[in-house]
């Protein structure tokens, strides 16, 4: 049986993605990052033998360290590593910057990349070898259109450098990458298990986003299982099979 770590993995895409590679019989090491929010506990009661939760902050050394601990005292290896978690921070909007908010998404988005990466690597000697990034356009600079200066956008081009130079590093060593863009998608921003999800429609009633998060996961977990012949090259994908710049 395979195996693979998903961060972010509470809600949303990243829950989508747990479900999704339980539902394909692999086992699945879920991070776990809000604790109050009992969904992955309720997916756990489904596939208690295949799903283990993870306590998983991919933006301190000291919680990978533990959580790649924690994986290799039931697993012999890691055959796959998505790294899912986002965190969002600081935007110029009305000309006011609070540059307090502007390094957080980094140390997730980028760091927390190179993070997992560090301290899994030794549990990925053997297997698939295969390493897997969800980012985003909104870090392809050729394309930027946004007016704001985002400082989540900046740490997606950061993860996108991260990731290419860790490519020259170790796709010679036989490891592949998945560089992924899931599309506009309707995630929640539920934290605790009484908050309300929202139902995503304008004053007008319709959809906002394009799809949900179930959709997206469908499409990226072919593109994270399957080989391709071109494993010498990086290249960021969308959930519709669109190559972008990066
Ligand atoms: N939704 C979209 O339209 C869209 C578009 C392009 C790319 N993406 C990417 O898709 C991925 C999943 O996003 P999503 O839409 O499912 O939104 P999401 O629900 O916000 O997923 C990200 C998860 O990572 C968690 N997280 C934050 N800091 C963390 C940390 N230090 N350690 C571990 N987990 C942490 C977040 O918790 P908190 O939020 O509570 O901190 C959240 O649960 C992200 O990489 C995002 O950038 C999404």
């Not at 039931?74 to 969002?88: K, Q, R, S």
């Not at 592949?176 to 004053?203: C, M, N």
């Amino acid at each position: 049986m395979k195996n693979v770590v998903i961060t972010g993995a509470d809600r949303n895409i990243g829950l989508e993605l747990v479900r999704q590679f339980l539902q394909r019989g692999w086992k699945v090491f879920a991070g776990r990052y809000l604790m109050d929010l009992p969904l992955l506990e309720e997916l756990q009661r489904e596939y208690p033998d295949t799903l283990t939760l993870v306590p998983l902050d991919v933006s301190k050394d000291e919680a990978v360290r533990a959580a790649a601990e924690a994986v290799g005292k039931e697993a012999d290896h890691v055959d796959m590593l998505i790294h899912n978690a986002a965190g969002f921070g600081g935007q110029s909007g009305d000309g006011e910057i609070d540059f307090t908010t502007f390094a957080a998404p980094y140390n997730i988005n980028a760091l927390g990349a190179m993070r997992m990466v560090h301290y899994f690597l030794p549990l990925m000697q053997t297997g698939m070898k295969r390493l897997c990034f969800v980012s985003s356009e909104a870090g392809v600079v050729s394309v930027a259109h946004r007016t704001e200066i985002s400082s989540y956008c900046m740490s997606k081009t950061a993860l996108n450098m991260a990731l290419r130079l860790m490519f020259n590093q170790l796709q010679p060593l036989g490891y592949t990458f998945r560089l992924y863009h899931p599309g506009w998608v309707r995630s929640a921003k539920i934290e605790h298990s009484t908050d309300a999800v929202p139902t995503f429609k304008d004053a007008d009633g319709n959809l906002i986003g394009k799809f949900w998060p179930w959709e997206t996961a469908a499409a990226a977990v072919p593109q994270f299982i399957e080989d391709r012949e071109w494993e010498d090259r990086l290249v960021l994908i969308d959930n519709e099979g669109a190559a972008w710049p990066f």
